[in-house]
Each structure stands twice: as structure tokens, then as C-alpha cells.
């Protein structure tokens, strides 16, 4: 990066004897100035990364003292990275979750139920039979005779799946209104779009209800229940997040916030919005469907 070259204390416009508060006056003070939602500066990007990435080795003790005594070799080699849009390790988490479904339905109940490489594991529930749905060999669950029912795909999960594809619509009218310049569309398909959110948080606390008190389906009921509450769970907090994001970016819209040419924050989370989507059409099919 450019910011290799560049002495962080210069960057930020302070001593280098400068407190911890003197440091984070100075990046706010830039940060206004630079953020390339106000500013019109074509350079205002770049050189907003790199007062943050300043800010994030000056503002840590440990960070500054390396860079104080090493510079930017002593970060490297410390193994120090600056932050920035990393989104391996949500990958990985979706990956392990996705993962462990996986691995249930295609490796350890055959397995257990006699088939595949390592049938032998069926010696350990010689009368196991291996299925998916499937609340394991023990018939974990809340019912005394183990039974319970899943939520079929074509109730509530797919008004669910037209709700969210709606709002990955109405997203996508947002954004093209505020490069086009038309605010008040701009203002009503922002707010369609987080309020599309928080009713599929509704319907999925409705169906949540239906399965803990009705069908027997519980975190507990088995590998079957852990995987579905795990993954839809973790994707309602990312909905939750997403559309808490949406409210802040259409209170900033109907402040005057944003232009046709700086709006970096909205399409963020618009496309964070879009994330969201994608990833519960995979929880549709894999997870309520097949």
C-alpha cells in the first residue's frame, strides 16, 4: 500500500509524542474532511484509508509502541495487517455451518445407518436407521417418544424467501433512485426495504414458536434441530443487523445525506442487504426444501 511509504504521525497531522486523544482528535478531524460521502476531492478515498489505517496502529499501544521502536518492517513482522473488508472469517462461519450440515446428512448418518466407507460405526445403534430429517440415534428431543415435525418448506419460510427477495428489489429501486437523483423514491423503497426485514424477523419469531411449542422441533432435538436452529438463527441476527443498518442509512437519507456521485455507506449496506439474500435462498433449498 501506498501508506507503507508514509510516516503515520505525518499522516494524521500530530507530534510524535502526541496523547492518545490528541490522535483521535486529529483523525476526526480529518475523517470529516475526507469521507468520500462529503467530500469532493477525488483523492479523498485513498487518503481516507490510509489516516484510518494511522489511526488503527496509533491508537493501540502495543501497535504504536512497535511502530515507534521498528516502523513499518517492525509491524510486518509483528503481524499486523490493517483492518479493512475481510470477509474470510464470516465465510468460514458460513462454511463450518453449511459444513457441519454437510457432513451430517451425507457422511455421519449413512454411516451410523450402515453405509459407506465407515459403516462399521453402524455397530454402535445396530438398529438405527439413517434418514434425514433425523434427530440422531438417541431420538433426542423435548417429546418422551422422541417424534417431532419439521416446518415444511412452501408455509412460512417461502413467504419468508418472497420477503427478502422483495426487499433485495426494493434496495435495488433505492439505489438507482439516488444515483438518478429522485429522492423521495429514494426514501420510500429505503424504508419498504427495512420494514420488508423486520417483518420476516416477525415471521421467523412466528415459526420459531410454532416449532418449540407445536412440533417438537427444539435446539436440542437432535443434529436435526442444532443445524436448523444454528443456521437460520445466525442468518435472523444478520437480517436483524442488516436491517438496523437500513434504518441509520435512511435516517442519514432523510437528513440530506448522500449524492448521486458519494453514497459508499448506502451501497455497503445495500450490498450487505444483497449478502443477506443470497444466503437465505441457500437455507431455503438446503436446509426447508430438499
Same mark, same amino acid.
Given at each position: ?13 500530530? !507530534? ?7 490522535? /483521535? ?31 488503527? =496502529? ?13 516502523g ?12 479493512? !473488508?475481510?470477509f ?5 462461519? &458460513?462454511?463450518?455451518? &453449511?459444513?457441519? @450440515? ?17 459403516? #462399521? %460405526? ?27 415435525? #419439521? ?18 428489489? %426494493?434496495? %435495488? ?13 429514494? /426514501? ?5 426495504? +427495512?420494514?420488508l ?25 437432535g443434529i ?9 438463527? +445466525? ?5 436483524? =443487523? ?8 435512511? @435516517?442519514?437519507?432523510?437528513?440530506g445525506? +448522500? ?27 438446503? =436446509?426447508?426444501?430438499?
Amino acid at each position: 500500500m501506498a501508506t507503507a511509504e508514509q510516516d503515520y504521525y505525518e499522516l494524521l497531522g500530530v !507530534a510524535r509524542d502526541a496523547s492518545h486523544a490528541q490522535i /483521535k482528535q486529529a483523525f476526526r478531524r480529518l475523517a470529516r474532511e475526507l469521507h468520500p460521502d462529503v467530500s469532493d476531492d477525488p483523492d479523498a478515498a485513498p487518503r481516507f484509508r490510509s489516516i484510518t489505517e494511522a489511526y488503527e =496502529v496509533l491508537s493501540d499501544p502495543e501497535r504504536r509502541q512497535l511502530y515507534d521502536r521498528f516502523g513499518h518492517a517492525g509491524l510486518r513482522r509483528g503481524g499486523f495487517a490493517p483492518m479493512g !473488508a475481510d470477509f474470510g472469517s464470516l465465510s468460514d462461519v &458460513f462454511a463450518a455451518f &453449511f459444513g457441519a @450440515l454437510f457432513y451430517a446428512r451425507q457422511l455421519s448418518i449413512p454411516w451410523l445407518g450402515g453405509e459407506g466407507e465407515k459403516a #462399521i %460405526t453402524s455397530l454402535l445403534w445396530p438398529n438405527f436407521e439413517a434418514g434425514w430429517p433425523s434427530n440422531g440415534p438417541g431420538d433426542l428431543g423435548p417429546r418422551d417418544d422422541g417424534t417431532y415435525e #419439521i416446518i415444511p418448506a412452501f408455509g412460512l419460510p417461502a413467504l419468508n424467501t418472497a420477503l427478502l427477495l422483495t426487499s433485495g428489489l %426494493t434496495i %435495488t429501486i433505492a439505489h438507482h433512485a439516488l444515483k438518478s437523483g429522485h429522492r423521495g423514491i429514494l /426514501k420510500v423503497f429505503l424504508a419498504l426495504t +427495512f420494514l420488508l426485514g423486520f417483518v420476516f424477523l416477525g415471521v421467523q419469531a412466528k415459526e420459531y414458536g410454532h416449532a418449540y411449542h407445536e412440533l417438537g422441533l427444539q435446539l436440542g432435538t437432535g443434529i436435526y434441530g442444532s443445524t436448523f436452529f444454528m443456521l437460520t438463527g +445466525f442468518h435472523g441476527l444478520h437480517v436483524c =443487523v442488516g436491517a438496523i443498518m437500513l434504518v441509520v442509512i435512511w @435516517l442519514r437519507t432523510m437528513s440530506g445525506h +448522500f449524492t448521486p456521485r458519494h453514497h459508499f455507506a448506502f451501497e455497503a449496506v445495500a450490498w450487505y442487504w444483497h449478502f443477506v439474500d443470497v444466503v437465505w435462498l441457500g437455507l431455503f433449498i438446503f =436446509v426447508y426444501w430438499l
